[in-house]
């Protein structure tokens, strides 16, 4: 009872004191157990959902997603991916009600500033794992609670020498402490923390950030540097701009083709082989036909869209065909515009995509980056750029096929909705 009675406190206004505790709760375990944020995510939902003054259909915000859903469901009785096609709607039509059920624990800058905290918490476990592969061999499978919560540690990294923690793959760990370092970072620059607090923030943000670096993921790498100038805020550019071009440039000259070659030679010298060489993919250069690339996938999905544009060949069935043409298999093209569209249809994916690109725009015109104090925060601008990382990184990769960062990415649209609703609408969400 004191723990529900901790997490029921500063309830958003609004919103049910259970569903609040069991959403704060869903984000504590989301990265370690699926299954049980799945649970607690659920019956927030349902309870978000309650006597609200503002149906689904009152939102314009909404009826992308309606529109897009109506979409994915007739192309799924034509789908060249048979069953599968319906399975993949899981993927999206649950959280097109997420986007909506989950707003009123997300009101205030408050309640967002919470959130973002259980959001580093529960990544704990991920650093403690993918170091204990990397440093000391742990390899699991765990359980828990009779294999309610399993664990599956690869020793060594998956691939090897890549931290991958808890998740499946090192691209994936990489996209999820990539999304959670914005937040760490806004703990770090609090003012009012102790000292012993900013001593234990400052822990967890070089342990993120050493985790980070060691899944050698180079979206990863872009969203540890893309969250500096914006969360530290437009003040601190004047400082924080000079030094990141002081240490991008050397990178950029080391890592880009074209660089005259003594000028590339020189800027190797200053920077880490093993960073310009992942960068320049020259480890598997060699290893790699045209089919294996991001540019052969992305040109034979655009392919794809061209026969079917309107509702698409339904989830799954570019893997399918790829395989098919090239003896290649990817799951996915690496881009989840052409995801959406290969799959569910050009429609589809402009509602979807083109709705988070909004709300990312319209956070941004209402002034999230530049207000401190009243209306937003440091942990507001975090939000925001969190929000900018996962999307940026779905232009080359999908990890929202991973279902806990599936659930995070509704989560971080659904703040970005309540960032930009009139400041009367957020009092006022529950009859």
């Known amino acids: 009872m004191t723990l529900l009675k901790r997490l029921s406190g500063a309830c958003p206004p609004g919103a049910f004191q259970f569903g ?57 009785f034509f789908a060249y991916s048979g069953w599968t096609a319906w399975v993949g709607l899981a993927n999206w039509l649950p959280f097109f009600w997420a986007f909506w059920a989950l707003q009123p624990y997300l009101m205030n800058s408050f309640s967002r500033t919470r959130c973002a905290a259980w959001f580093v ?24 609670f009779d294999g309610l919560i399993v664990w599956f ?37 609090q003012p009012s923390l102790k000292k012993s607090q900013r001593m234990l923030v400052l822990i967890l ?36 701009l000079p030094l990141m071009a002081f240490v991008l440039v050397p990178v950029t000259l080391a890592s880009l083709p074209g660089i005259d070659s003594n ?20 480890r598997y250069a060699e290893e790699r036909t045209f089919s294996q690339t991001r540019l052969s996938q992305w040109g034979f ?77 440091a942990f507001d601008r975090a939000w925001w750029t969190s929000s900018l990382i996962l999307i940026v990184i779905h232009g080359t990769d999908i990890p929202s096929f991973d279902s806990r960062l599936n659930i995070a990415g509704w989560i971080l649209l659904a703040g970005l909705r309540c960032m930009i609703l009139p400041a009367e609408e957020r009092q006022l969400v529950r009859l």
């Open 121 to 144: 918490a529960g990544t704990v476990p991920v650093l403690i794992t993918g170091f204990g592969q990397l440093w000391l061999g742990w390899e699991g499978p765990w359980q828990i």
């Open 20 to 76: 609040w505790a069991a959403f704060q709760l869903s984000l504590f375990f989301l990265p370690s157990s699926a299954f049980l944020a799945g649970i607690f995510l659920l019956i927030s939902m349902v309870l978000g959902s309650r006597s609200r003054t503002e149906p689904f259909l009152r939102d314009r915000w909404n009826w992308p997603f309606l529109v897009a859903g109506i979409f994915m469901l007739c192309g799924s």
């Open 301 to 377: 999905a655009l392919t794809l869209i061209a026969e079917r544009p309107w509702l698409g060949w339904g989830a799954a069935a570019f893997p399918v065909l790829y395989y098919t043409i090239t003896s290649n298999w990817f799951g996915h093209p690496h881009n989840l515009p052409l995801e959406l569209s290969v799959s569910h249809g050009i429609p589809a994916s402009i509602c979807v995509v083109g709705t988070a690109l909004a709300l990312l725009i319209m956070a941004l015109r209402r002034g999230v980056l530049l207000a401190e104090g009243v209306s937003f925060n």
């Open 263 to 282: 000028l590339q030679s020189l800027a190797r010298k200053f920077v880490p082989d093993n960073i310009w060489a992942r960068l320049t993919d020259i």
């Open 205 to 240: 943000a070089i342990s993120i950030v050493t985790a980070l670096v060691l899944t050698d993921s180079r979206n990863a790498w872009g969203g540890l540097i893309l969250a500096l100038p914006f969360v530290l805020g437009p003040s601190r550019w004047l400082l924080i």
């Open 153 to 189: 540690v690869a020793p060594g990294g998956q691939p090897m020498g890549r931290l991958s923690g808890l998740f499946d793959y090192a691209n994936i760990a990489g996209t999820w402490l990539a999304f959670v370092w914005p937040f760490s970072l806004a703990c770090l620059v």
